[in-house]
């Protein structure tokens, strides 16, 4: 099968593997389900916004309206759930779902997903930024003194795309302001990110909290600034942190098992997003042959029934109960294959 081809089944099995039996609960937490009622108490509305843009690369892969919709509706069945904002606790799980809103504008026009970033754009500069730890922005609105990476370089992301957007000088100072953040105090020589400091309030690196979608978003920020500056050395940094993820976080050319919490399961597929990103800037045979060689390895495991359902280790056939965080992964992972292949 081609990667396109591997990417249509791995979207078509999520729901078949992970469909709710009520339209407000949408998705299942995990499969099997066996407790409804216990498995789905959470409300995981971060997974959600990943879904939002795994359909969007669906949509743009394959020029269907209903791709689209699919996207859309996502996007506003996770936005009306919380409340019809997307105002939250935690701001990095506000930032993930304005990356998806943004995305959205981008291919609707609709002025509504523009709005919902910029509005999460400005609730991080009013209230998420303080000067704990030298500056940088908060994990969580009750937890002010815990800086991390997820929330600081979507940050990034995010102020690059509207200063894209709205050629304003405040996006770019707040995209630099806190990169340099990021880079001085969670960014070793090599170019590892960490992932957060002070979360105990003892002034700590996690230093034991070793993530793919750390270095994804860092590669991520990096592609971004060089875009708009063309200074090399964001481009350098990008590639120098590929290289260190690719050789600290892997084991026989796969990634590692992250853990076993339900977030952890979405983390390679973020890896997958801004590594493939960045191969548009740099031609990598290295990079491109990791993509394809790795997600081989997680199609071959997880093929189920005649659909693919995708487990937390790629390395091993999917066992015990599954969050669907980690099917989204492997779509997004994928989709990237897919994308190189075109």
Known sequence: MKWYEYANLAQLSLEKFYLADTKEQFLNNFYPTENPE?????????????????????????KKQADLEIAENTYMHNKN??????????????????????????????????????????DLVDTGWNNIMGGGFAWRRPQ?????????????????????????????????????????????????????????????????????????????????LYRITKEAKYLDTANKTADISLKELTEDGIFKDEGSGGDEGLFKGIFYRYFTDLMEETANKTYRNFV?????VLVDNAKLDGYLLMGMNWKEKPSGKIPYSAELSGMIALEMAAKLER
């Open 38 to 62: 216990e498995d789905n108490k959470v409300f995981n509305y971060w997974w959600l916004a990943h879904l939002v843009e795994v359909r969007l690369d669906a949509y743009l892969r394959t």
């Open 144 to 224: 002010m003194y815990y800086k991390n990476t997820p929330v600081n370089a979507p940050f990034i992301i995010l102020s690059c795309w509207l200063y894209n957007e709205f050629n304003e000088t405040k996006y770019l100072e707040w995209a630099m302001k806190t990169y340099e953040w990021q880079t001085k105090v969670l960014v070793r020589e090599d170019g590892f990110v960490e992932d957060g400091i002070n979360r105990l309030e003892d002034g700590a690196i996690d230093y034991e909290w070793k993530f793919t979608y750390n270095q994804g978003v860092y590669i991520g920020a990096n592609l971004e």
């Open 81 to 122: 759930r919380n409340g019809e904002t997307l105002i939250h606790d935690f701001y990095d799980d506000m930032l993930w779902n304005a990356l998806a809103a943004y995305r959205l504008y981008k291919e609707t026009g609709k002025p509504i997903y523009l709005e919902d970033a910029q509005l999460v754009w400005q």
């Open 292 to 296: 394809f060689n790795s997600c081989q």
